[in-house]
């Protein structure tokens, strides 16, 4: 079972660990038009890594392979995040499968569930939670 980590506990944990690092699992499209999490505070820089291929949106056939050609060992503290906590769920799941056990899901994920209006990213997620971004 992969835990769900609060966007907050996630920020903690990237500038704490020396071995937490964070996998932005969302297209191409997504990371140039919506934003990627800026870890220049925390001396990191987040791992783009697409889970599913867009336009089609079908799986990366390739995902856990390129945690591995990206240097992640079965040491390493992966935290996943994707737009809402669903794509990053199911590549934290893959990774554990592929042999890297500490892995987790950023709840919520970078932008969060629509809110009334129908826009994301102001009711809970990484951007609602005020933590560090970027546009690409």
């Known amino acids: 079972m992969v835990d769900n980590v609060p966007p907050g506990a996630t920020w903690e944990a990237l500038k704490s660990d020396p071995q937490a690092q ?3 699992v969302r297209t191409d499209a997504e990371w140039n038009f919506v934003g990627v999490p800026d870890l ?3 001396g990191k820089q987040a791992v783009l890594l697409s889970w ?3 336009p089609a949106m079908a799986r990366n056939d390739a995902f856990e392979a390129q945690l591995t050609k990206a240097g992640f060992t079965p040491e390493h503290k992966i935290y996943f995040i994707c ?3 669903v794509r990053s ?4 799941e893959a990774a554990r499968a592929a042999g890297f056990p500490h892995v987790y899901n950023v709840a919520d994920g970078f932008e ?3 809110d009334r209006e129908g ?3 102001r009711t809970a ?3 609602a939670d005020g933590l560090p971004w970027r546009q690409k």
């Open 52 to 54: 599913q291929v867009y």
């Open 40 to 42: 220049a505070p925390a």
């Open 83 to 85: 737009r809402s906590g």
């Open 112 to 114: 969060g569930p629509p």
């Open 22 to 24: 964070l996998v932005d």
């Open 119 to 121: 826009h994301r990213g």
């Open 125 to 127: 997620g990484w951007k």
């Open 89 to 92: 769920l199911a590549a934290a």
